[in-house]
């Protein structure tokens, strides 16, 4: 059987362990490169940690002292408005304490005027009293006056009344009397001139329309009826 030669296999194992060299230097070189490449990544990395410790540690010293600022700041407001507040409180308590003196002054002022005012009432209401009894009294006095002029004059006009009494009775009699003998006067005149008015009228009467007239001497005409002819041929 016709195989490959000694020299053809031993060529071949020359190649194979010249490319096996040749890859094996590339992969060393790869591994060299690629360790490299991690020793600069991990240096890299440290530079990275190394510059991010230190902004992280200025960070943080600039928190602190952006705290430390913050606090003392918030510690001086504190006490700002806490010595504000004092001043306030003190100066509501000295308000307070005028406000409460002017209070207790305005009561006393009040207190004085009410009593200074219930001392006038008081006065004043004496004053009344004493003027509504002087009122009185006086009032008393005029009614009494006024009680002695009306018994006064009551026991005048009963002796009047009796005075007048007797002159109404006079009066009446002499009226009485006066009016008798007035119609006694009146009753004589007039027969006294119908019968001279009868006498005188005989001759002169004449008849008319079967009546008599006869004249009468005070200028009036009385009609008499035709019965009077027997009186006035009599």
Excluded: C, Y
Excluded at 35 to 40: A, N, P, Q, S, T
Excluded at 49 to 64: G, S
Excluded at 101 to 108: C, P
Excluded at 178 to 192: R, Y
């Amino acid at each position: 059987m016709n195989g490959p030669s000694r020299e053809e296999i031993e060529a071949r194992l020359a190649a194979q362990k010249s490319w096996t060299q040749t890859h094996v230097s590339a992969i060393a070189m790869d591994v060299k490169t690629l360790v490299m490449r991690m020793d600069e990544r991990d240096r890299l990395d440290a530079e990275r940690r190394a510059e991010r410790d230190r902004l992280e540690a200025e960070w943080r010293a600039e928190q602190r002292a952006e705290r430390a600022r913050q606090d003392a700041e918030r510690a001086s407001a504190e006490q700002e408005r806490r010595a504000e507040r004092e001043r306030a409180e003190q100066e509501r308590r000295a308000e307070r304490e005028r406000l409460d003196a002017e209070r207790a002054n305005a009561d006393k002022e009040r207190r004085a005027e009410r009593a200074r005012l219930e001392a006038e009432r008081h006065q004043q209401q004496v004053e009344r009293d004493r003027l509504e009894a002087e009122r009185r009294e006086e009032f008393e006095k005029r009614l009494d006056m006024r009680f002695a002029n009306i018994e006064q004059t009551g026991a005048e006009i009963k002796a009047d009344m009796k005075d007048l009494k007797k002159t109404v009775i006079i009066t009446a009699i002499t009226a009485t009397l006066a009016t008798v003998f007035g119609v006694a006067a009146f009753n004589a005149t007039l027969l006294s001139g119908m019968i001279t008015s009868f006498e005188s009228g005989k001759n002169a009467t004449r008849p008319q329309g079967g009546k008599t007239l006869f004249r009468i001497p005070f200028g009036s005409a009385i009609t008499l009826t035709p019965a009077l002819d027997a009186i006035a041929t009599r």
